[in-house]
T-cell receptor
């Protein structure tokens, strides 16, 4: 069974640009969550999608947005990039109901210069 | 709001020694608790989880954790550490609304170094 796949693995962007990250969950999983990991703030929850609807949202500015498609794949977009957006972005998938744990992808390392 | 505290930023142990990583949580309801491990540049791997029932839970790679409600703790233990256990360990509590349990709040992590 394939795991959670995140693409691309590495990205370098310039301040002010926008970026889109992709996450393909484990087959059959309907919930996808996104996390930002930085040395200073640690792991922080961005948002969670279930069956194409955002169910939970963390405390991030509106520049951070996401969506989920009918096949459960999810994308995360960050507009008007800032240097502080440099981070490892992790995606996690789960069954979405009941007592299910989250399985994480390898992450996308975003560097903003 | 929920929170997780991992008091130890960095722990060094010798190979073969026992290990205990501390985790304290703050959450109003019955918590769903997790321990994850992360190797450099990698994602998070689930070691074990507590949802309910037996307060001593077994995980992968010989790890176990004990849930103590009275102390709001969920400490991770391993009787004999191997060099391959060197990594960063994260404790997390799950919460959510609308039936979702997948908003994870993480501690800051404990970096484990294993000396030969």
């Amino acid at each position: 069974k394939a795991g959670v796949t995140q693409t691309p693995r590495y990205l370098i962007k310039t301040r002010g640009q926008q970026v889109t990250l992709s996450c393909s969950p484990i087959s059959g999983h309907r919930s996808v969550s996104w996390y930002q990991q930085t040395p200073g703030q640690g792991l922080q929850f961005l948002f969670e999608y279930f069956s194409e609807t955002q169910r939970n949202k963390g405390n991030f500015p509106g520049r951070f947005s996401g969506r989920q498609f009918s096949n459960s794949r999810s994308e995360m977009n960050v507009s008007t990039l800032e240097l502080g957006d440099s981070a490892l972005y992790l995606c996690a998938s789960s069954g979405g109901t009941g007592d299910n744990e989250a399985f994480f992808g390898q992450g996308t390392r975003l560097t903003v210069v | 709001a929920q929170s997780v505290t991992q008091p130890d930023i960095h722990i060094t142990v010798s190979e073969g020694a026992s290990l205990e990583l501390r985790c304290n949580y703050s959450y109003g309801a019955t918590p769903y608790l997790f321990w994850y491990v992360q190797s450099p540049g990698q994602g998070l791997q689930l070691l074990l989880k507590y949802f309910s029932g037996d307060t001593l839970v077994q995980g992968i790679k010989g790890f176990e954790a004990e849930f103590k409600r009275s102390q709001s703790s969920f400490n991770l233990r391993k009787p004999s550490v191997h060099w391959s256990d060197a990594a960063e360990y994260f404790c997390a509590v799950a919460s959510g609304s609308g039936g979702s349990n997948y908003k994870l709040t993480f501690g800051k992590g404990t970096l484990l170094t294993v000396n030969p």
